[in-house]
């Protein structure tokens, strides 16, 4: 199925699809030894280079277990279709994407969403999986040579993540040639002006306001970016109206979610009025008094990472009147390191 706009084309594909993000990332390449070829100490970015312009067509499973052997389609969010042939389930389960070797691993590291620890979908383990093996079957004469990581990120040290790999890792022994590149990715990009100003005011915040901090104020945008990366509305609102193998995978993309962050969502997405804005909004901030959302958990966990600790410093050296170059440096640190909308991909090679 081919849709316009798709999000990361592993969702949009199965359900129109996995509705994962969209991301584009430039691959990592494979540079292929002869015995002919001496590789000098730039391998690493020939490598990187070598296969920017490859396509390869992956398969998975969504039934397919992951490390831990547990099954997306065995979970009770998932919610499989009424009056299903049993001979027709297998093939409904099987998901075949193609596209370029970069944006297939990038969407296999998202798709290997991981928070606080606890994966999210069951189902990224074989996505990767099929991933490693397209690429693998590109590099005839590489011997094995080569390993790729794809690594997405929001902010430096958070606990949001996704990892996927090609390849085998690099012996300790060898003389490993590495390159290192930032391509982009969906979530959309936020703006470092805008941050550093919610922040700013969420610093000013009166008592009792809903927001404490600058920490609150940004990671409402941060996780608000997220989620519509994850589940773009548009989109994700058709399959929450099919009747297709797609519905049962956003229902659980969204269950698996929600469950991580402690927010009951069932309500804004069965039935005739499922709606995924509302759904979306569930999952930012919650329902009840006693669900947090997403909003919140971004919130404390920037505030105390790596990220935070830069931003806060910086904040805190502020003048009360800061001069241009003052706001500008202030700004400046809010993009170096808040990236939700790049995938870092590093290739290895050694002889």
């Known amino acids: ?122 189902y990224g383990h074989s996505v990767e999986q099929s991933v490693d093996g397209a690429i693998q079957d590109r590099l005839v004469g590489s011997d094995g040579r080569t390993f790729t990581v794809a690594t997405w990120e929001p902010y430096d040290g958070a606990a949001i993540t996704g990892t996927a790999t090609a390849g085998n890792t690099p012996p300790h022994t060898e003389d490993v040639s590495s390159a290192s590149i930032e391509v982009s990715a969906n979530p959309d990009s936020l703006e470092a002006e805008h941050l550093a100003t919610k922040f700013e005011v969420g610093e000013t915040a009166s008592p009792g306001d809903s927001i404490e901090d600058g920490f609150d104020a940004i990671g409402r945008e941060i996780a608000e970016t997220i989620i519509e990366g994850y589940f773009p509305p548009t989109q994700t609102q058709y399959t929450l109206e099919s009747s297709l193998t797609e519905t049962a995978v956003t229902l659980y993309n969204y269950r698996q979610l929600a469950d991580v962050v402690g927010v009951d969502i069932d309500d804004s997405i069965r039935g005739p009025d499922a709606n995924a804005a509302q759904a979306n ?71």
């Not at 389930?89 to 620890?117: C, K």
């Not at 999952?283 to 919140?296: C, K, N």
């Not at 931003?311 to 170096?336: G, M, Q």
């Open 1 to 122: 199925m081919v849709v316009p706009d798709r999000a990361i084309s592993t969702v949009m594909d199965v359900s129109l699809a996995l509705l994962i993000i969209s991301a584009t990332v430039l691959l990592i390449g494979t540079y292929v030894h002869t015995e002919t070829e001496s590789i000098d100490s730039e391998r690493g970015d020939h490598a990187l280079q070598s296969l920017s312009g490859s396509t390869v067509t992956i398969t998975y499973d969504i039934s397919e277990p992951n490390e831990a052997g547990e099954r997306a389609t065995d979970s009770e969010h998932y919610e499989p279709l009424d009056d299903l042939d049993p001979d027709d389930v297998g093939e409904l389960y099987e998901i075949t994407t193609y596209g370029s070797a970069m944006d297939v691993l990038a969407e296999a590291a998202q798709t290997n969403l991981v928070i606080n620890d606890t994966e999210v979908w069951a």
């Open 281 to 351: 909004q569930v999952l930012l901030e919650g329902e009840t008094a006693d669900e947090t959302g997403l909003e919140d958990f971004v919130a404390d966990d920037l505030r105390d990472s790596p990220a935070g600790e830069e931003i806060r410093k910086a904040y805190d050296d502020l003048d009360e009147s800061p001069s241009d170059d003052e706001t500008e440096a202030f700004e400046a640190v809010f993009d170096e390191t808040i990236a939700t909308d790049t995938v870092d991909v590093t290739v290895q090679t050694w002889d």
